[in-house]
């Protein structure tokens, strides 16, 4: 029988039953080694150690713990999963799930990407936490705009809002699944975007090319006529950047939108 009931989750002491009480009141399911330290007043090691062998909190990362709520039942931190995005929300800051990641979550992409993207300001190298990678996308404080707070499992996380996430995705289409996969969100749900908000973005992003990729996407999916307005007044500087960051150096220098063309964009191949 021992060796049925060593996986399931055991009584706590003392100590370890003040921590996860104060923890609770103070509303930090997810709480770091400094946090149990102030609340005991001493090195926390033992009590964080004792705690994770009997499954009552779940290692994030160095230093960082998630406790294991009741409802999960006698396995414990084995049964529990923490959702990337409060992951996300607590390796770095300022920041924000952006690019490919919110294309996801705002239904944009039926793709689900391998890694979550992270916008910030700090160049920081992917993570790898609890079996997910983590891509940290640095970005310049102008572009930390258009940010909204959702809530996932009582945690309030910031996400670009719906047409940010385009404009992010045109300035940056290597962490965005390349542009065939923007161009398709932009072909099949463009009347949930709204073209002038978009614009308003690339403008104070200071990206010109945001509009190059856009004006393409749209000319070549036959949407440029209904949104040609979006285009009056905006003059397109020269100088050719790629269509796609990711893709194959040989193309054609398109002349009206001033970009190189280096991957073909076809509404008919997305039709299935």
């Not at 996986?7 to 003040?18: F, H, L």
């Not at 004006?215 to 979006?230: S, V």
């Amino acid at each position: 029988m021992k060796e049925i009931t060593e996986n399931y989750r055991k009584g706590i002491g003392k100590k370890e039953s003040i921590l996860l009480s104060e923890l609770a009141r103070k509303n930090k399911p997810i709480f770091t080694a400094a946090d149990a330290k102030a609340i005991l007043k001493k090195d926390p090691y033992l009590t964080l150690h004792q705690l994770k062998k009997k499954k009552w909190i779940l290692p994030i990362k160095g230093g960082l713990y998630a406790i294991v709520p009741l409802d999960i039942g006698v396995k414990g931190a084995d049964s529990f999963i923490v959702h990337d995005f409060v992951v996300a929300s607590y390796l770095v800051r300022p920041y924000y799930i952006g690019l490919w990641s919110a294309l996801n979550y705002h239904g944009l992409s039926d793709q689900l990407p391998s890694s979550v993207f992270i916008c910030t300001t700090k160049a920081k190298k992917p993570l790898s936490v609890l079996n997910s990678v983590f891509i940290f996308v640095q970005l310049s404080r102008n572009k930390f705009i258009g940010i909204e707070t959702i809530e996932i499992d009582g945690h309030r996380i910031n996400i670009s809002d719906k047409n940010k996430t385009v404009a992010d995705c045109l300035d940056h289409p290597e962490h965005s699944g390349g542009i065939d996969e923007i161009a398709r969100a932009i072909y099949f749900y463009h009347e949930e975007l709204d073209f002038e908000k978009i614009k308003d973005y690339a403008l104070k992003m200071r990206n010109i090319t945001i509009y190059k990729r856009l004006g393409y996407i749209l000319d070549k999916t036959g949407l440029l006529d209904k949104y040609a307005r979006t285009f009056q007044g905006i003059k397109l500087t020269k100088g050719y950047p790629r269509l796609d960051k990711i893709g194959p150096r040989k193309g054609v220098h398109n002349e009206k939108w001033k970009l190189f063309v280096n991957v073909d964009i076809s509404p008919k191949r997305w039709m299935y």
